[in-house]
């Protein structure tokens, strides 16, 4: 879903990668059987993005929609948190797309270094590289969305210390 951004097409893709990887079974050498299908996922998503073209890059991922089915005990605190996941997909989106897919892999589906060099087709110091920037562009990227959050706190603190 995070790959392709549409819920329609994420469905298309996972089924066609669920039909190649059947296809290819037999091909399978044993070992990790999550990061083999994994880089399945990930090639008919890359493939699927290439024929659609960089159009369907730009759609956002809504975080509100997909996680359906968690409750929140309040509303204050379902739109804490949900402000909390627009800053964070946002910021998200903002990354390049190899940053973006490294932080994906290891933060979101708890995949190793290795095995997120193996489904990337990267060196492994590429993959710890590219995810130390991710990492660090992710954190700028959140300091630049909040630090309007943090002006507007601020002044509404010293509009109300201000008597009437």
Request: hydrophobic share 40%; with cysteine; aromatic share 6%.
């Amino acid at each position: 879903m995070r790959w392709v951004r549409n819920e329609t097409e994420a469905e298309d893709v996972v089924q066609e990668a669920y039909l190649r990887a059947i296809s290819r079974f037999a091909g399978f050498q044993g070992g990790d059987g999550r990061a083999w299908l994994l880089t399945i996922v990930r090639n008919t998503c890359y493939d699927h993005l290439r024929q659609k073209g960089a159009s369907g890059q730009n759609t956002d991922f809504n975080e509100a929609v997909h996680s359906a089915g968690q409750q929140t005990p309040n509303p204050e605190t379902a739109l804490l948190l949900t402000e909390r996941a627009e800053v964070v997909t946002k910021s998200l989106a903002e990354l390049p797309a190899e940053y973006r897919e490294v932080l994906v892999l290891r933060e979101l589906e708890q995949m190793s270094y290795r095995e997120i060099a193996k489904i990337a087709g990267i060196p492994l110091g590429t993959a710890m590289s590219r995810l130390s920037r991710a990492r660090q562009q992710l954190r700028q990227t959140l300091v630049d969305f909040m630090e309007p959050m943090r002006v507007d706190l601020k002044d509404s603190g010293n509009a109300s210390a201000i008597p009437a």
